[in-house]
């Protein structure tokens, strides 16, 4: 079983990139392939599917993509080509707060995701996401954010779904300013 792979990307399709590591080239099915860049270097942590039909990697650029890719996939019902898109968004955080919310209207706004999966996802995940979300809210680019919003009284649980929200290219201050505006909603 793979953990991760360290190469460059050789090749961009719709569905996957293909990832060359000591001269082998891997086809690894993504959320978001157009987020990579070819003949750059990237870890890409992986999940092998065994099937009897079918062998297939499945890659995402951060580990908190990966462990929400585990946890959607053990849903009844939800396959990993069903789960890509829901990761699509590049919002670990924002998928986490709909599933802690019960918003379904946000679940079913993907393919193939009706109101009876979207409801299936939240009775088999409410709760049990605190593993993923803590691992996204200790990401180093938004640890000073992190710190003065504690600083400020705010606990780990009111963070975890605005950190995700807040456009990390901004100051620090400005980070800080949207991120209170996302605490008041």
Do not use: H, W
Not at 49 to 78: A, N, P
Not at 99 to 119: C, Q, S, V
């Amino acid at each position: 079983m793979y953990d991760y792979m360290i190469g460059k990307v050789t090749n961009i399709n719709s569905t996957y990139i293909v990832l060359e590591c000591n001269n082998i080239g891997y086809v690894i099915y993504t959320p978001n392939p157009y987020s990579f860049k070819e003949n750059e270097d990237y870890k890409v942590f992986l999940y092998q599917l065994v099937r009897e039909d079918e062998l297939s990697l499945y890659g995402f650029k951060t580990i908190e993509e990966k462990e929400l890719f585990l946890k959607l996939i053990s849903v009844k019902g939800l396959g990993p080509k069903m789960t890509l898109p829901i990761l699509a968004t590049g919002s670990v955080g924002g998928v986490i707060d709909a599933i802690e919310r019960e918003n379904l209207l946000y679940l079913r706004k993907f393919p193939k995701i009706g109101d009876k999966l979207a409801k299936q996802i939240v009775l088999d995940l409410k709760g049990k996401l605190g593993m993923v979300s803590s691992l996204e809210i200790n990401d180093n680019s938004y640890e000073e954010l992190i710190e003065v919003l504690k600083g400020l009284g705010y606990k780990d649980k009111e963070l975890k779904g605005v950190i995700s929200k807040v456009d990390q290219s901004l100051s620090i201050e400005d980070q800080i300013k949207e991120a209170l505006k996302l605490m008041l909603k």
